[in-house]
């Protein structure tokens, strides 16, 4: 790690301890040896967070361009096997100190399935971009559940590193794959406010994406 990616790790660090401290948890930072419990020896985690019935472990990245999957794997898994706890991969762009919310949740597959629903409705009577935008939230969210599904700590990341991560090691289709790089910037365009003009074959692109999605996900649960 440069000097540079070190001094935005340690302030990223120092930033999401004092969120964790203002929220009720009590904090490790670093933690090692016998601040550890028994089933994190031999791992050395950034921050440890407890608080009555909810633990915590985080570990943050600063930049996104090597691949994580597998190099945490073995931590998430350990942390989600047990009751209470969880795992959180935290990234920081590169001259980026500030995380993402400490207390940020994944939506479920029915608060999902009511997004899709609703972008449907939209869909019915001509709002395109709107649609086009309840289905993308859709499709991002399943991607992320799908990545918790898969034991994989990759769902709170950056939406194109997620994209990248998810379909080298095989969690989506490279059809899928390159139909959500053909809409991102559709969906950039009207994220950030420029004019944007959505089109039916888009969204039926993305809805059909979002169903396959879906899909993987019931198949992954059965």
């Not at 009720?24 to 407890?50: I, M, N, T």
């Not at 608060?111 to 649609?131: H, K, T, V, W």
């Not at 289709?173 to 009207?190: F, Q």
């Amino acid at each position: 790690m440069t000097n540079q990616s070190s001094n935005v790790a340690s302030k990223a660090l120092e930033s999401l301890a004092e969120k964790y401290r203002a929220r009720g948890y009590e904090v490790l930072v670093e933690p090692q040896g016998s601040d550890l419990p028994a089933f994190l020896k031999g791992f050395r985690p950034d921050l440890v967070a407890r608080r009555q019935g909810e633990s915590v472990v985080v570990e943050v990245k600063v930049g996104t361009e090597t691949s994580v999957s597998e190099r945490y794997k073995d931590l998430a898994e350990a942390v989600q096997a047990q009751p209470g706890w969880r795992f959180d991969l935290v990234f920081i762009k590169s001259g980026d100190g500030e995380p993402i919310a400490v207390d940020a949740a994944l939506p479920d597959e029915s608060e999902l399935q009511g997004r899709i629903e609703r972008a449907n409705q939209l869909e019915a009577i001509g709002a395109l971009e709107a649609a086009f935008m309840v289905l993308w939230a859709a499709a991002e969210g399943l991607m992320r559940l799908e990545a918790r599904r898969a034991g994989l700590p990759l769902d709170r990341m950056p939406l194109s590193a997620l994209i990248r991560e998810l379909y080298s090691v095989g969690e989506i289709s490279r059809e899928d794959y390159e139909a959500i790089l053909r809409l991102m910037d559709t969906r950039n365009r009207a994220m950030h406010g420029f004019s944007t003009q959505v089109s039916a074959e888009q969204v039926s692109e993305l809805k059909t994406t979002v169903e396959h999605f879906l899909t993987e996900i019931r198949s992954g649960s059965a």
